[in-house]
Structures are given as structure tokens and as C-alpha cells.
């Protein structure tokens, strides 16, 4: 039964993360930077990144965390390791947590008036981190940070930082990242997009109201498949298997709004497509990326990861100069969620670890 109330605390979490900002929280903010010149030439007109600061930046403005998002997050995405006396702690550090490219709080397919729905240009993570960099740079005044920190597309963002710019910061803590995302991840994701684009309710992308049955299905394949683990589902329906269907069921529903189908899919363009070797200076190669990387550097990896699959950031990590790599709550098998802030355990051991290597 305590697990039963764990998983739905992850679930409650998920949820959460996509609502609309309260009146208790940090208060949202926006950067407008005009237009947002991509990797490719194309350009995203019109661009406003999305963020919100918890703390406060002292006089030396050296006091700086940035947080990055992971795919389909927003800035509340790792408020469990944000406040006094949590990892990133807000009597010290200065946070500021931003929105990615197409979350539909920075500007996205949804919320763009020059350039709606599909008529959106197709963006890269190393065009977040650009979008980032001009944010702290042009908007706030910060030039150095201690930390760059993220989840899942955070941790990817998180080590390009390192590769784009190796002097910004002391510290990246990248939690179930990825440096150049395996076919298996390639495979899921494009299953995810097939599964909305398949419904005819998606219309080429012009629909009036959110594809359902493509929502379902994209929601079963990553939300409770690849971002879950047999083990959980084990442990949540020990002896009635076939209560895990009408479980599913509810949890669909639940989500059906929380995110914006066309978003989903540019957000899967970026993540699949990710490479850090293909980063300009690196000739494609990722090993050469790797060990550009000068901050240090903490990589967490999630037991049974189905998404962003544990072998890669612990094989890619032995390229980083200065890193400690930590599987996160050893003994659990949380897989890709261990990094979702849902689990009592996963959350002290992630507070714990980061705490630590952020104070060493």
C-alpha cells in the first residue's frame, strides 16, 4: 500500500509539473529576445524563453545555478531539490529554473503566433542552450554559474553546456542523461509521435481540439513503459495483473490536456537528434566533445532506464576529465523515473548526492 501511494505521488508530480503557475510559487517571468537564430539557419521569430528565480543573486552575481528542463517539464520540473536546506539550496544559491524550447511556456508551436503549429521551424538542444546563454547573459547579467543542472533532456542539455561552454560553470549534474541518444531511444521516441500522428484527429497538426487517442497511446509508450520499469508495475499489482488496465486508463485521461501534442513532437526532433560531437569544433567526434568538457561533473543514472538506457552515460562518462558517475538509490529499480522527483527514497539520495558533491 505505501508503494501503491509512492507511485501516485510520481504521478501527482507529473501532472503537476504541466499546470498553470500558482500564486504561492517564484513569479514567472519572460525574456524577449526578438528573433533566435538556429544551428540550421532557420530562425524563430518572435522568441521569449520562459523562467522563473528562486533566492536571491548576490552583489558578485556568483552565486548563479542554472536548471534546465527535460522533455515535456517546465521550470517546476526539480522543485524537489530546490529550497532551504535541499540540494540546490536557496539560502546560498540563486536558481533559475528555465522552460526549454517548445514546452508552450518559451515559445513553441503552441503559443506561437508568427509561426503556429507546423509551421514552426524544427530546433536543436545546443539552440536551448543558446536560447539559455542569451538569457543569462543579455537579460540577467550572469556570465559564470556554479552549476548547470537537469533531467533527462536536462542532463543532455546539462553536458552540452559543458562542450558549448566549458568556462561557464564549476559544476554540471546531469541525472539520466544522454550525450548522443541511442537508436533504442530513437525507436521509442518515433513510436510516440507515430502514435499521434496516426490519429487522424491530428489533422497535419490542426486540430481544435488534443488528438485523444494519439495522446493515449503516445502517453502508454513513454509515461508507463519506457519512463517505468517491470518492476514497478510488479510491485504495484502484485496479485491482480489486470488491474493495471483501468489504472492506465485514468492516468490517460488525466494527461490528456497536460501537453501539447505538436509540442511533444518538436520537443522528440531535438532529442533524438542530440549529439554533442556534432557540436561546431568537434568534427563529429564525440569522444573529442567529452573530454572538452572542463567543469566537474556528476552523471546519475537510473536502474533499468527504458528511455535514456543506463549503458550510454556510464560508457560516455569515462570520456569526462573530472566526473563521478552515481546510480541513483542503488537497490531500487526506478529506472527513468528514479530522476522524477515521485519516490521518498530517490529524492533523499538524489538531495543527498548532489548536496554533497556541490559542497566538495
Given at each position: 500500500?505505501?508503494?501503491?501511494?509512492?507511485?501516485?505521488?510520481?504521478?501527482?508530480?507529473?501532472?503537476?509539473?504541466?499546470?498553470?503557475?500558482?500564486?504561492?510559487?517564484?513569479?514567472?517571468?519572460?525574456?524577449?529576445?526578438?528573433?533566435?537564430?538556429?544551428?540550421?539557419?532557420?530562425?524563430?521569430?518572435?522568441?521569449?524563453?520562459?523562467?522563473?528565480?528562486?533566492?536571491?543573486?548576490?552583489?558578485?552575481?556568483?552565486?548563479?545555478?542554472?536548471?534546465?528542463?527535460?522533455?515535456?517539464?517546465?521550470?517546476?520540473?526539480?522543485?524537489?531539490?530546490?529550497?532551504?536546506?535541499?540540494?540546490?539550496d536557496t539560502n546560498r544559491y540563486f536558481i533559475i529554473a528555465t522552460d526549454a524550447i517548445g514546452n508552450g511556456l518559451t515559445t513553441s508551436p503552441s503559443n506561437s503566433r508568427a509561426q503556429p503549429r507546423m509551421q514552426f521551424p524544427r530546433y536543436s538542444i545546443r539552440?536551448?542552450?543558446?536560447?539559455?546563454?542569451?538569457?543569462?547573459?543579455?537579460?540577467?547579467?550572469?556570465?559564470?554559474?556554479?552549476?548547470?543542472?537537469?533531467?533527462?533532456?536536462?542532463?543532455?542539455?546539462?553536458?552540452?553546456?559543458?562542450?558549448?561552454?566549458?568556462?561557464?560553470?564549476?559544476?554540471?549534474?546531469?541525472?539520466?542523461?544522454?550525450?548522443?541518444?541511442?537508436?533504442?531511444?530513437?525507436?521509442?521516441?518515433?513510436?510516440?509521435?507515430?502514435?499521434?500522428?496516426?490519429?487522424?484527429?491530428?489533422?497535419?497538426?490542426?486540430?481544435?481540439?488534443?488528438?485523444?487517442?494519439?495522446?493515449?497511446?503516445?502517453?502508454?509508450?513513454?509515461?508507463?513503459?519506457?519512463?517505468?520499469?517491470?518492476?514497478?508495475?510488479?510491485?504495484?499489482?502484485?496479485?491482480?495483473?489486470?488491474?493495471?488496465?483501468?489504472?492506465?486508463?485514468?492516468?490517460?485521461?488525466?494527461?490528456?490536456?497536460?501537453?501539447?501534442?505538436?509540442?511533444?513532437?518538436?520537443?522528440?526532433?531535438?532529442?533524438?537528434?542530440?549529439?554533442?560531437?556534432?557540436?561546431?569544433?568537434?568534427?563529429?567526434?564525440?569522444?573529442?566533445?567529452?573530454?572538452?568538457?572542463?567543469?566537474?561533473?556528476?552523471?546519475?543514472?537510473?536502474?533499468?532506464?527504458?528511455?535514456?538506457?543506463?549503458?550510454?552515460?556510464?560508457?560516455?562518462?569515462?570520456?569526462?576529465?573530472?566526473?563521478?558517475?552515481?546510480?541513483?538509490?542503488?537497490?531500487?529499480?526506478?529506472?527513468?523515473?528514479?530522476?522524477?522527483?515521485?519516490?521518498?527514497?530517490?529524492?533523499?539520495?538524489?538531495?543527498?548526492?548532489?548536496?554533497?558533491?556541490?559542497?566538495?
Amino acid at each position: 500500500m505505501m508503494f501503491r501511494r509512492y507511485l501516485w505521488a510520481a504521478f501527482a508530480l507529473i501532472t503537476a509539473a504541466a499546470q498553470a503557475h500558482g500564486p504561492n510559487q517564484a513569479p514567472h517571468q519572460s525574456f524577449a529576445m526578438g528573433d533566435l537564430r538556429l544551428e540550421s539557419g532557420e530562425v524563430i521569430r518572435d522568441f521569449a524563453i520562459s523562467y522563473v528565480t528562486h533566492g536571491t543573486l548576490n552583489a558578485e552575481k556568483s552565486n548563479a545555478i542554472l536548471m534546465v528542463t527535460a522533455i515535456s517539464g517546465n521550470h517546476h520540473r526539480l522543485d524537489f531539490l530546490i529550497g532551504p536546506g535541499k540540494a540546490l539550496d536557496t539560502n546560498r544559491y540563486f536558481i533559475i529554473a528555465t522552460d526549454a524550447i517548445g514546452n508552450g511556456l518559451t515559445t513553441s508551436p503552441s503559443n506561437s503566433r508568427a509561426q503556429p503549429r507546423m509551421q514552426f521551424p524544427r530546433y536543436s538542444i545546443r539552440d536551448m542552450i543558446t536560447s539559455q546563454h542569451r538569457l543569462l547573459t543579455e537579460h540577467l547579467g550572469i556570465n559564470h554559474v556554479v552549476a548547470v543542472v537537469g533531467p533527462s533532456m536536462g542532463g543532455m542539455q546539462v553536458l552540452q553546456w559543458g562542450v558549448s561552454h566549458p568556462a561557464f560553470m564549476d559544476n554540471l549534474v546531469a541525472m539520466v542523461p544522454l550525450a548522443r541518444t541511442p537508436a533504442w531511444t530513437v525507436a521509442v521516441l518515433d513510436a510516440s509521435r507515430q502514435a499521434i500522428m496516426l490519429d487522424p484527429a491530428w489533422n497535419q497538426g490542426n486540430y481544435t481540439s488534443p488528438p485523444e487517442a494519439g495522446i493515449r497511446l503516445w502517453r502508454d509508450i513513454l509515461s508507463f513503459l519506457s519512463a517505468r520499469t517491470p518492476e514497478m508495475y510488479r510491485d504495484q499489482f502484485p496479485t491482480a495483473p489486470m488491474d493495471v488496465l483501468p489504472w492506465l486508463r485514468a492516468q490517460e485521461t488525466a494527461l490528456i490536456r497536460a501537453f501539447d501534442a505538436n509540442d511533444w513532437l518538436y520537443q522528440t526532433w531535438a532529442y533524438e537528434r542530440h549529439d554533442i560531437g556534432a557540436t561546431p569544433g568537434m568534427d563529429g567526434d564525440l569522444i573529442k566533445a567529452l573530454r572538452a568538457i572542463r567543469a566537474r561533473t556528476l552523471v546519475l543514472h537510473g536502474t533499468g532506464d527504458l528511455l535514456n538506457p543506463e549503458y550510454e552515460p556510464i560508457e560516455t562518462s569515462r570520456y569526462i576529465r573530472d566526473v563521478r558517475v552515481v546510480r541513483i538509490s542503488p537497490g531500487t529499480i526506478t529506472g527513468h523515473a528514479s530522476a522524477g522527483g515521485g519516490f521518498p527514497a530517490d529524492v533523499d539520495f538524489l538531495n543527498r548526492e548532489i548536496s554533497i558533491f556541490l559542497n566538495r
